[in-house]
Nanobody, 118 residues
Framework: VQVVESGGGLVQAGGSLRLSCAAS????????MAWFRQAPGNQRELVAV???????NYADSVKGRFTISRGDGKNTVVLQMNSLKPEDTAVYYC?????????????WGQGTQVTVSS
């Protein structure tokens, strides 16, 4: 399974960006897809999760500003980021989780840089 993120870039504070993630190379549907981020010197943190059943969860720091949803293609998700703040600056990673018996297997993308200027 290959996971590819796109959509990062440079934006001013208060602006918006839309990240996309596509997992390919499998005929199965994802169990969960999630966005994480990692700023320099910080640990990787969970930003948003979408389950196959449509349940979403968000980090407190992005609630009300970010929205995770299914994309147009199979095994794709989109992270809409509004009202961006300089503290949102990080490399954003997509993680896809699939059921591959006997258990779940996680696949990570290479990451996409998001920079928010003040």
């Amino acid at each position: 399974v290959q996971v590819v993120e796109s959509g990062g870039g440079l934006v001013q504070a208060g602006g918006s960006l839309r990240l996309s993630c596509a997992a390919s190379g499998t005929s199965f549907s994802f169990a969960k897809m999630a966005w994480f981020r990692q700023a320099p010197g910080n640990q990787r943190e969970l930003v948003a999760v979408l389950t196959s059943g449509g349940t979403t969860n968000y980090a407190d720091s992005v609630k009300g500003r970010f929205t995770i949803s299914r994309g147009d293609g199979k095994n794709t998700v989109v992270l809409q980021m509004n009202s961006l703040k300089p503290e949102d600056t990080a490399v954003y990673y997509c993680k896809s989780q699939f059921l591959e018996l006997p258990g779940m297997v996680d696949y990570w993308g290479q990451g996409t840089q998001v920079t928010v200027s003040s």
